[in-house]
């Protein structure tokens, strides 16, 4: 199983900028996709998760400025990002416990870089 993120980048503050992911692999079922952030220094922080009924929890941070969605057909899970702000700079990794070979397990993409300039 892997998990492959895409969408990272340079934008200005108040700009926006959507994350992708897309699991590929020998997998049976997604229960919980999500996207976390990590600036140096600091713990890996959740940013927004998606669970299978569509459900979805985000953090204060992310409340009223990003979206998580998913589609399950591609196993992809999207994080758009609006009204960024520099403070929301980090590597964003996203995240899936699945169903695969024989096992639940959490998978973590490589994460990809945002950067927010004021």
């Known amino acids: 199983v892997q998990l492959q993120a895409s969408g990272g980048g340079l934008v200005q503050a108040g700009g926006s900028l959507r994350l992708s992911c897309a699991a590929s692999g020998s997998i049976t079922s997604i229960n919980l996709l999500g996207w976390y952030r990590q600036v140096p220094g600091k713990q890996r922080e959740m940013v927004a998760l998606i669970n299978s009924g569509g459900g979805t929890t985000y953090a204060d941070s992310a409340k009223g400025r990003h979206t998580i969605s998913k589609d399950n057909a591609k196993n992809t899970v999207t994080l758009q990002m609006n009204s960024l702000k520099p403070e929301d700079t980090a590597v964003y990794y996203c995240?899936?416990?699945?169903?695969?070979?024989?096992?639940?397990?959490?998978?973590w993409g490589p994460g990809t870089l945002v950067t927010v300039s004021s």
């Open positions: 995240n899936a416990y699945l169903w695969a070979l024989g096992s639940w397990k959490t998978y």
